[in-house]
């Protein structure tokens, strides 16, 4: 079963915003890093950003100072926030979380959690 979900995608215009979550559906044991990745048609899955071993956030060149990833304890949630959006951005968006501190923050391998995905476009 998909243990986590997202939600929050949608249509935007270029150079708008959007704000995704993602939480868990069921109970997850031993989550100690999340991360967010996309994927568009016809290319591979990336890592958009994540937060490392030291539970530092990282981002991939293409959206660094525009998307911002966080998470709230209190509700058990992760968020990415993007802003200045680009029709480039338009993939599909999956949050994932993994067992270990260690591990690449944004390499799906490292990952042991995968959300069902939600779908983000932006128009120019």
């Known amino acids: 079963q998909v243990q986590l979900v997202e939600n929050g995608g949608g249509s935007v215009q270029a150079g708008g915003s959007l704000r995704l979550s993602c939480a868990p559906s069921?109970?997850?044991?031993?989550?100690?890093?999340l991360g967010w990745f996309r994927q568009a048609p016809g290319k591979e899955r990336e890592g958009v950003a994540g937060?490392?071993?030291?539970?530092?956030?990282r981002y991939t060149d293409s959206v660094t100072g525009r998307f911002t990833i966080s998470q709230d304890n209190t509700k058990n949630t992760m968020y990415l926030e993007m802003s200045s959006l680009k029709p480039d951005d338009t993939a599909m968006y999956y949050c994932?979380?993994?067992?270990?501190?260690?591990?690449?923050?944004?390499?799906?391998?490292?990952?042991?959690?995968w959300g069902q995905g939600t779908q983000v476009t932006v128009s120019s």
């Open positions: 994932a979380a993994r067992r270990k501190w260690y591990g690449s923050a944004t390499s799906p391998n490292s990952y042991d959690y």
């Open positions: 069921g109970y997850i044991s031993s989550i100690y890093r």
């Open positions: 937060f490392d071993s030291n539970g530092n956030a």
